[in-house]
């Protein structure tokens, strides 16, 4: 066979590279990956809490980081800069639901995971709720 396939690259330019060398990298690469992952998960990467504290006006976001010096990350806010609750709904084969929280002078922030609700009636009901206990509108519906 004296034809090139591949009209734009010529036959004699692609290099061999023998199969247990890439087999090789792509296993080295997936353990690093798998170590990751792993680690992520005993180090509980992303939980904490939200904290609503009306009698002082404060509310509060507790997450786990990775270890090292911002291992713990705490964030405190007024409740008086609250100005909305935002939901983030995206339908489909990964559908996507999101609570998010607007402060006066700060990007949105969220307060649930990805995968937190099944349905758009729990989600609704628990952005209702927590609308009412701030007295803030709910955006995004």
Not at 36 to 61: A, H, P
Not at 104 to 124: N, V
């Amino acid at each position: 066979m004296q034809k090139d396939l591949i009209p734009f690259l010529s036959a004699e330019q692609i290099l061999f590279i023998p199969q247990g060398i890439v087999m090789c990298f792509y296993g080295i690469a997936g353990l690093f990956i798998s170590f990751y992952l792993w680690c992520t998960i005993c180090w509980n990467v992303g939980s904490g809490y939200n904290k609503f504290d009306k009698q002082k006006g404060i509310f509060s976001i507790f997450r786990w980081g990775f270890p090292g010096k911002n291992r713990r990350i705490f964030i405190q806010f007024l409740i008086k800069d609250i100005q909305a609750i935002r939901m983030e709904v995206q339908e489909g084969f990964l559908a996507r639901r999101v609570l998010y929280i607007k402060i006066k002078g700060q990007p949105d922030i969220p307060l649930s995971r990805i995968e937190e609700y099944f349905t758009l009636r729990e989600m609704e009901d628990k952005a209702a709720e927590l609308a009412r206990f701030l007295k803030v509108s709910i955006e995004g519906i």
